[in-house]
């Protein structure tokens, strides 16, 4: 079991940065991977970064790619959406999940969820 709590949310201008956290508890967290997702309203959950149990292998689509870092710190049980250049279409719930490897940006896919924290990029 395990439970996931994201932090780190707020209201940034475009251009800006912003870094959410996911801590988890859990003596088996090192053991999961780890995405994120994004929910604007009237939109569909969709995914936004992966990082594998051992912080080596990170997934990407490509809208973020060169923007979004996804980092790990197991000894703390804590996973990281390092977010820059931000724009007005980065605004959405953000939420992160867990699950046993293989990689998926298949939401569906993921056995834990945090509550989400709101993201607004304003221009």
């Known amino acids: 079991q395990v439970q996931l709590v994201e932090s780190g949310g707020g209201l940034v201008q475009a251009g800006g940065s912003l870094k959410l956290s996911c801590a988890a508890s859990?003596?088996?967290?090192?053991?999961?991977?780890v995405g994120w997702f994004r929910q604007a309203p009237g939109k569909e959950r969709e995914f936004v970064a992966y990082?594998?149990?051992?912080?080596?292998?990170?997934f990407y689509p490509d809208f973020v790619k060169g923007r979004f870092t996804i980092s790990r710190d197991n000894a703390n049980n804590t996973v990281y959406l390092q977010m820059n250049s931000l724009n007005p279409e980065d605004t959405a719930v953000y939420y992160c999940?867990?699950?046993?490897?293989?990689?998926?940006?298949?939401?569906?896919?993921?056995?834990?969820w945090g509550q989400g924290t709101q993201v607004t990029v304003s221009s």
């Open positions: 999940a867990a699950k046993y490897p293989p990689y998926t940006k298949d939401s569906r896919r993921y056995d834990y």
């Open positions: 859990g003596r088996t967290f090192s053991t999961y991977g």
């Open positions: 990082i594998g149990m051992n912080g080596i292998s990170t």
